[in-house]
């Protein structure tokens, strides 16, 4: 029965698209082993005594703890992967952000730029500009 229930909530998981189809791959393989395992459980037997194992349940612990390190061994891959491309967009983003920091004042030096604030400015006039910048520039 537990067989069935995991191939249940795996299916559930990848309907509701919150299991990605790459990893639902490999639990619907296990869930595929456990489910006859679990309602025929001689054949776990006959499988260790084959394998040199004393019982099916101790094949059960051992291949149990590989998937766990097989897993997590995959998962820290994934986890190193994440980070470098993470800082290499953190770091694409700041050259990106830079360029514009350059390139969005386009007024030359020897112009005299408006009062934003309202006060009177170098050439005698009130400024009637808005106070956010990005307004200012559109």
Known sequence: ????????????????????????ALWLLIGLIIAPLGFF??????IA?????????SLVLFAGFVLVL????????????LEAETRTLAEEVALIRA???QT???????VVKPVIDGTTGADGTTATTPTDDREARA
């Open 1 to 24: 029965m537990t067989g069935l229930a995991v191939l249940g909530c795996i299916v559930e998981l990848l309907r509701r698209q919150q299991l990605r189809e790459k990893y639902a």
């Open 41 to 46: 459980p001689t054949w776990l037997d006959s």
């Open 49 to 57: 005594n084959k394998l040199g194992v004393a019982s099916g349940v």
């Open 70 to 81: 097989l897993v997590t061994l995959h998962l820290s891959w994934e986890s190193s992967r």
């Open 99 to 101: 360029h514009l920091a």
């Open 104 to 110: 969005a004042d386009p007024m030359p030096a020897n």
